[in-house]
DNA sequence: TCTGGGGTCCTAGGACCC
DNA sequence: TCTGGGGTCCTAGGACCC
């Protein structure tokens, strides 16, 4: 049987804030998002004034004050470095450490005898609160988003912040007074959808069938089913570099100049290769986005985004600047007042393994593409050779304007008499008349 | 006037090939 | 109006997470 703590810090912003001045202790504290724009973080005392997660300030601002709420613009160098410390304290304890989050971690607990568990976790707890001022809450289960359960209850109910979930009865009755939608993996859409199937319980979707719950919600839906089951679906995960590398920031005031817009779009180009370096990466596409105010809806909404490939895999912060403009120079329209802007670093290579190879197919297969849309849109293949011509670094091989969703849907009537709900039901019944899941659909692979 | 900034995974469908 | 079947690769979009 297999075994998993999730160890989570409490209020993880506010209690680093906390750290460095103990008066706050007992006082409600906030924690503010980059342009102080929002509430992203609430010490115990401050969610019981009913200030919600991700609250815009200027509407709470009043009962901060009246309340004499502390407030703090987010610093995120120091939860990184706090992080880490906690991170660290962990390794002590076993050394099968998922880092999860900053502020939360899993832990294989496969050779620990299940009697002695309880006791760890709470040295565990101590110690790191002892070396890092930091309050943690601890859940151990058989798989992970049992885990997850076990830890909000832990929070919730226990006074050592300690829940070890092993008795098969209580834990029936628990999972009969959690709501779908705080199981791990469940957020109001699909638990509304879940609701309208009648399963409206931890314990409902436990015994609801795999296969009618992987239709509803594909194959990570059935992975929940067998995770509250106690089969163990999602295994510890290796860190790992990223994938893809955004840096985006909403503008302190509304930005109409162009040149303004380019210096803004350079130097998030230049903090994401920053962090392309650090993890030892090559970028061979990058994504650059603009946008309006959505929330001033008197203003003309202008949203626009498009795809460069480079030549070669680089991490020059040179090459991927100008790339970046190239792409800008395209999406830039006069008369908007721009509210929003960010670029996506893709196509990320090792700086070791033989990624050349690799990224010879994205080559080969981006060239195919777009000899395929010139087929389908003339519209979008005058784009593009408009925007190819313009630049002169790298290729761009996908612009998100002209592809408007009527035309997608256009296409789609004139190919298919049936409604796609239906489509899909025969092919799936065709394809597999009786349903089997092999394990190796449900264990997730790196 | 003010309303965050990151990430990951899965699926359907299109293009292409034989 | 109909117009194969099997496979691969890729993208967009829709979910989810902190």
Known sequence: MSCYALVDCNNFYASCERVFQPALTGRPVVV??????????????????GI????PLHEYAPLLKRQKVAVFSSNYALYGD??????????FFTPDVEVYSIDEAFLGLDGFTPAMLPDHMRQLRRSIRQWTGIPVSVGVAPTKTLAKLANRIAKKYTSDGVYVMDDPELMTRILGDIEVEDIWGISKRWGARLRRMGIGTALQLRQASPRQIRQALSVVGE?????????????????????TIMSSRS??????NRSDLEEAVASYTARAAE????????AGGIYVFI?????RQQDPQYSNAAMVGMDEATSDTAKLIRAAMGALRHLWRAGYRYHKAGVMLTDLVDDHGDQASLFQTHLYTRGRDMAAERKTSDRRMAALDQINAAMGQGTLFHATEGLTPGGHHHREKRRHNLPKAERWRMRAQFKSPAYTTRWSDLVRVR
Not at 251 to 256: A, D, K, L, R, W
């Open 32 to 49: 503010l998002s980059n342009n102080d724009g929002c509430i992203i973080a609430r010490s115990d005392e401050a969610k019981a004034l």
């Open 52 to 55: 919600p997660m991700g609250a």
């Open 82 to 91: 706090i992080s880490a410390r906690v991170m660290d304290q962990l390794t």
């Open 223 to 243: 992975r929940i089913v067998h995770e509250l089951n106690g089969r163990s679906c999602l295994a510890l995960e290796e860190i790992q570099p990223r994938k």
């Open 251 to 256: 503008f302190g005031t509304m930005i109409s």
């Open 275 to 282: 962090k392309l370096r650090r993890q030892r990466s090559r």
């Open 291 to 295: 946008r309006t105010n959505r929330f």
